[in-house]
């Protein structure tokens, strides 16, 4: 083997084009680059190029950078560590490098390095050999006497062991099947029932009223917020009022009264002020709930189901629901 003799795989590399050596090479004359027109000038640079408008490369906005070699690192928290120690998956006086992590299963995956966040307490003393740390993190170890050491390199990929790995339960078998009993069987079974007084059927207790109980039970979402204008709200009212509106707390634009929306507030008028409630009188319906949203005004968002209770309560009608 000689200097001379070195040469790239094949494929490697390809030679540059060489135009404009002569028609034979396929790329003579015109080089490639047509007949005339702007593209066929040297200095033109035409990239990006849309007819006169502002390119798009520069109508849109440039935000933060991109580092081409960035790091990707694998976050573990002091909250997980934490439980690793209460599982036992990890024991004081182990040394815990990236993969002893993975291993454990702490973490999934090592990815370019570990790197120690959060906050909370810890009840044992580790010996972390990672990537990175936080302050606050680093702070907690140390002050669980335990230590962390910065490493360098991109750790080994490794996989978790199999103990580490929950096992998953055994599906039950099916109980076997009682052999069926003889046709003879079935056919004295059948002339001893006939022959045997019919046995009174006992009465059916009532079901208890589940629902009713849960119901009661249950405790409106809007509760504690209504409370901020009526101390003694009436959980009960509240419950009904949510299943009068129903579908449409589901949507964000209806959740919420606008008191600045004249439009809204004629549709409340209407729909419930007169339906509902039994108020025609539009005028004094709208003075009703006017005073409703000035009452909530130290609230900037209003939702639908304290205005339509103090209403309701206004009007002395919350038992209407």
Known sequence: MRLNELSDNPGATKARKRVGRGIGSGKGKTGGRGV???????????NGFEGGQMPIHMRLPKRGFNKPNRKRMAELSIATLERAVQAGKIKTGDKLDAEALVRAGVIRRAHDGVRVIGNGDLSAALDLHVASATKGAQAIIEGAKGSITIVEGTPERVTRDKDAVAAKPKAKKAAPKKDAAPKADAAEKKTSEKKAPAKKAAPKKAAPKKAADKAE????????????????????????????????LKNKDAKYVSCSDESELDTIVKGFMKKKLGVDDKDAAMEKVKAVCATMKPHRM???????????KNEGKLGEF
């Open 302 to 312: 209003k939702n639908r189901v304290t205005f339509y209770y103090l209403l309701a």
């Open 217 to 248: 039970a249950a405790e409106s979402a809007y509760l504690a917020k209504t409370q901020d204008f009526d101390a003694d709200a009436d959980n009960a009212a509240l419950l009904a009022i949510e299943k009068y509106l129903g579908a449409s």
């Open 36 to 46: 005339k027109g702007q593209k066929s000038r040297s200095g033109v640079s035409i």
